[in-house]
Nanobody, 119 residues
Framework: QVQLVESGGGLVQPGGSLRLSCAAS????????MGWYRQAPGKQRELVAS???????NYADFVKGRFTISRDNAKNTVYLEMDSLKPEDTAVYYC?????????????WGQGTQVTVSS
């Protein structure tokens, strides 16, 4: 079983920055794509950014130029650096990972961390 634990959310003023972290633990043989999704009240969950094990990153248009995703494969951790935050970035941010344990593929989600952008 693989667990994902997020940290780094909180309250920030518009134009500010936050850094989210997500650490994977458990029976991990390999981590493939790791990513961040978000869900605002009354809206569907949407992809924010993802990154492959080879560090190829993909971003939603609404965060390009403002957010940066990175990962530390040695620590099984993915990060999301969020700059120039806007009130519309307010949401619960979820970490997601695909990979394999020693016998099968897995697709795991974290519990979510709240990001609130407000003055």
């Amino acid at each position: 079983q693989v667990q994902l634990v997020e940290s780094g959310g909180g309250l920030v003023q518009p134009g500010g920055s936050l850094r989210l972290s997500c650490a994977a633990s458990g029976s991990i043989f390999a981590l493939y794509v790791m990513g961040w999704y978000r869900q605002a009240p009354g809206k569907q969950r949407e992809l924010v950014a993802s990154i492959t094990s080879g560090n190829n990153a993909n971003y939603a248009d609404f965060v390009k130029g403002r957010f940066t995703i990175s990962r530390d494969n040695a620590k099984n951790t993915v990060y999301l650096e969020m700059d120039s935050l806007k009130p519309e970035d307010t949401a619960v941010y979820y970490c997601h990972a695909t990979g394999s344990d020693f016998s099968k593929l897995f697709d795991s989600w974290g519990q979510g961390t709240q990001v609130t952008v407000s003055s």
